[in-house]
């Protein structure tokens, strides 16, 4: 039996095991969950509905214990954890409210003699890879509308989050959901790739750039369908007419180090109109100052460790080559010494696109803050990047900031507001972000496939 350690972040030391899948595992889950997604995509919708809102209400009847779970895995504060958990649940009730009108059979026009008619199907196997850094939130976007849309899943949660996508199956078993149409995939890499390599009938990929781009060769030869949504270097501009500085500066440093800046959709660079520059970097480092950095169990900790102790030598490095390329460090710059994967949150000026911190996702507790001349200069800044997941602009104009949004290649665009899913808008990143949408009616059309029927009476 092959299992795999789990580490608590917090202290570095081993906490359960779980037991992992073997690629023989996945081809023997094939056929049963074959034959259970047919008699599940014959079940009426609300009778599916049923259950799902079964398994939502049974994560919430178990908060504090997920919560604490996933704090112990992840290192994600107690409170922020619990929020992710309860904030998790609007999916559910999206796809509740929305899913029936795209299943209908819709009549699309009548020929002579010719109706026509389109049918959507479910797509049969889902395959779902999955991250780590919100497994409720991603987790969620996928299984939720695949099951609803009458397929059975394979979900392959971060070997980070074990505990949590365990926490899952046993909560689709609690509430009834048929056998074998919830296939829990446990392991690191190795499993995921193979269960690329058994030819499931879509896959939807949340993770790294990297990974994204290894599954896309991997399953090009099988001609599947493949979403992929990927990591980001979001920007924010701080135009100069906001209505309060201090209060730019706090929504700012919340969009970046929230989760200890450990979010796809995570502030990872600001660019500020140089007449507040001052006050505006003034007002942010006094506000990542006031954070309290800590034991993710106690109430008041806003930044926890790191959930990966690779990270914390990928941070230095950013701030190393930052450092010798002209920044300046305002505030941390290194790991903390103890026990736990902790990095001090770091600000630092003078930055320049020359820089790693400027345009690789750092996805940890530090951010660059560059000073711009006009709103032009804003503009070729966001644009500048490979990726494209979202892009904000803290502005009192609001057609100043629509005029910019507009021209930024972003899958999501925010005014006054960054750091925001809601699942009645599509959750998409362009370029090296991602392929593909997941949430609002692109999310549900993607488990779907489509049968148009000419239909000519005898
Ligand atoms: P990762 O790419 O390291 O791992 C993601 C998943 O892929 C894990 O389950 C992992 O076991 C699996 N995996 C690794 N190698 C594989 C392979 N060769 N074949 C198949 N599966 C493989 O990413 P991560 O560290 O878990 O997540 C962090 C990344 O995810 C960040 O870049 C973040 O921005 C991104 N992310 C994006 C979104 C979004 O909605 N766009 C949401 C959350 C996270």
């Not at 023997?28 to 509905?49: D, G, M, T």
């Not at 599947?224 to 440093?253: F, H, R, S, T, W």
């Not at 930052?322 to 902790?342: F, H, S």
Request: with cysteine; charged share 20%.
């Amino acid at each position: 039996m092959n299992t795999l350690q789990l580490y608590n972040p917090a202290t570095g030391q081993a906490i359960e095991a779980v037991t992992t899948n073997k690629p023989a595992d996945i081809t023997s889950y094939i056929a049963p969950a074959r034959a259970a997604q047919k008699a599940w995509a014959k079940v009426p919708f609300n009778e599916r509905l049923q259950i799902i809102q079964a398994f939502g209400e049974a994560i919430i009847e178990q908060v504090d214990e997920l919560a604490l779970t996933l704090c112990k895995e992840t290192g994600k504060p107690l409170q922020q954890a619990k929020n992710e958990i309860k904030g998790a649940q609007n999916r559910i009730q999206f796809f509740g409210e929305e899913m029936a009108s795209y299943l209908a059979p819709t009549h699309a026009k009548n020929d002579p003699g010719t109706q026509e008619y389109l049918w959507m199907e479910p797509i049969g196997l889902i395959g779902n890879i999955s991250a780590w850094n919100y497994p409720y939130n991603v987790g969620f976007n996928i299984f939720i509308p695949a099951l609803l849309a009458g397929n059975a899943v394979f979900y392959k949660p971060s070997e980070l989050v074990a505990l949590t996508g365990l926490a899952f199956k046993q909560a689709f078993d609690k509430v009834g959901l048929p056998k074998h149409l919830f296939n829990l995939i446990q392991g690191k890499g190795e499993i995921g790739a193979a269960l690329i390599d058994v030819g499931l009938d879509a896959y939807f990929f949340t993770g790294s750039y990297k990974t994204g781009v290894k599954i896309a060769q991997q399953l090009a030869p099988q001609l599947k369908p493949l979403q992929l949504e990927l990591g980001g270097k979001d920007p924010l501009y701080i135009m100069e007419d906001v209505a309060d500085v201090k209060k730019a500066a706090v929504n700012a440093a919340e969009g970046a180090f929230y989760n200890n800046g450990q979010s796809c959709c995570a502030v990872e660079r600001i660019y500020v109109h140089a007449p507040i520059y001052e006050e505006f970097v003034a007002h942010f480092v006094e506000e990542v100052k006031s954070y309290n950095v800590g034991d993710p169990l106690h109430p008041d900790t806003f930044i926890g460790p790191l959930a990966r102790k690779e990270q914390i030598p990928f941070l230095a490095n950013q701030v190393a080559d930052a450092v010798q390329k002209g920044a300046t460090i305002l505030l941390g710059g290194k790991a903390i010494a103890g026990k736990g994967y902790y990095f001090e949150p770091t600000v630092l000026v003078d930055v320049t696109h020359h820089m790693e911190v400027m345009k690789e996702e750092s996805f940890g507790p530090i951010i660059g803050i560059q000073k711009v001349s006009n709103d032009a200069e804003a503009l070729q800044l966001m644009n500048d990047t490979n990726y494209g997941l979202t892009a904000a602009i803290f502005s009192s104009d609001e057609a100043r900031a629509e005029a910019i949004l507009s021209q930024v290649d972003a899958g999501t665009v925010y005014w006054n507001c960054c750091d925001r899913v809601s699942p009645w808008l599509p959750w998409s990143g362009r370029n090296s972000s991602g392929l593909g949408s997941s949430l609002a009616s692109f999310g549900i059309q993607s488990f779907l496939k489509p049968k148009a029927y000419h239909k000519r009476p005898a």
